[in-house]
T-cell receptor, first 117, second 114 residues
Framework: GAVVSQHPSRVICKSGTSVKIECRSL??????MFWYRQFPKKSLMLMAT?????????EQGVEKDKFLINHASLTLSTLTVTSAHPEDSSFYIC?????????????FGPGTRLTVT | GNSVTQMEGPVTLSEEAFLTINCTYT??????LFWYVQYPGEGLQLLLK?????DKGSNKGFEATYRKETTSFHLEKGSVQVSDSAVYFC?????????????FGKGTRLSVIA
C-alpha cells in the first residue's frame, strides 16, 4: 500500500523556538494532506487540510499563524510550529490521500512526538 | 455536526477471548465508516471499512457491519491474539470527496494477555 513518512519522529525544543515537521508521500502524489494532533487518551483532532499549491484550510480554533502549513509539492507538506510553548507538546500526525484511488483512502504517517521544554 | 462515539477503554482480554468494541456515529447523509488500528510506536493503519448500509468490512479476523438503523459500526473478533494489542479508532467520512477529512472517535486501547 501507499506509504507516508514523517520526519523527525521525535523532537525536543526549547520554548520560543520553531520546529518544522515534514510529511512525505513516498510512492504516490498527494494533492490533499491533512494534519492531526493527538492528545493523550483522546482522539485525533484535525488541525488543517492542505491542498498542493494553495493555502491550507484550518479548523476552528487552530491558530494559522502559529501552525504554518506549506504544501509546495505533490509529495511534501510541512508543519511549522512557531514560537513553541510547552502546551504545544503533543503527537502530530499527517495523512495523505491518494487521488488515483477512487475511494479516497487516507494513509497516515507514523507521527512526530514534539516536546517543548 | 458529524461525530463518532466509541466505548471507553482500556479493554483487557485473555488470548482467544471474543472482542467487541462499540462504535456509534452521528452524521448527515450516508457516511463511509472505518476502523483504524494504531500499534505501539506506529502510525494509524486502515483495518476495515464499509461504504454503505449493511456492508460488512472484514480483515485479519476482524469484522464490522454498517448498521444504519442503529447508526453503529461495532468491531468484533472471535478470538483475539496478543498481537492484536493496539489502539482502535472508529472513524467516518461524511462525503466521498478529496477534501473531506476523517472524523475519529477517541480510540479504545486493547490489551490481550497470554
Amino acid at each position: 500500500g501507499a506509504v507516508v513518512s514523517q520526519h523527525p519522529s521525535r523532537v525536543i525544543c526549547k520554548s520560543g523556538t520553531s520546529v518544522k515537521i515534514e510529511c512525505r508521500s513516498l510512492d504516490f502524489q498527494a494533492t490533499t494532506m491533512f494534519w492531526y494532533r493527538q492528545f493523550p487518551k483522546k482522539s485525533l483532532m484535525l488541525m488543517a487540510t492542505s491542498n498542493e499549491g494553495s493555502k491550507a484550510t484550518y479548523e476552528q480554533g487552530v491558530e494559522k499563524d502559529k501552525f504554518l502549513i506549506n504544501h509546495a509539492s505533490l509529495t511534501l507538506s510541512t508543519l511549522t510550529v512557531t514560537s513553541a510553548h510547552p502546551e504545544d507538546s503533543s503527537f502530530y500526525i499527517c495523512s495523505a490521500r491518494d487521488p488515483i484511488n477512487w475511494t479516497y483512502e487516507q494513509y497516515f504517517g507514523p507521527g512526530t512526538r514534539l516536546t517543548v521544554t | 455536526g458529524n461525530s463518532v462515539t466509541q466505548m471507553e477503554g482500556p479493554v483487557t482480554l485473555s488470548e482467544e477471548a471474543f472482542l467487541t468494541i462499540n462504535c456509534t456515529y452521528t452524521a448527515t447523509g450516508y457516511p463511509s465508516l472505518f476502523w483504524y488500528v494504531q500499534y505501539p510506536g506506529e502510525g494509524l493503519q486502515l483495518l476495515l471499512k464499509a461504504t454503505k448500509a449493511d456492508d460488512k468490512g472484514s480483515n485479519k479476523g476482524f469484522e464490522a457491519t454498517y448498521r444504519k438503523e442503529t447508526t453503529s459500526f461495532h468491531l468484533e473478533k472471535g478470538s483475539v491474539q496478543v498481537s492484536d494489542s493496539a489502539v482502535y479508532f472508529c472513524a467516518l467520512r461524511a462525503l466521498n470527496s478529496g477534501n473531506t477529512p476523517l472524523v475519529f472517535g477517541k480510540g479504545t486501547r486493547l490489551s490481550v494477555i497470554a
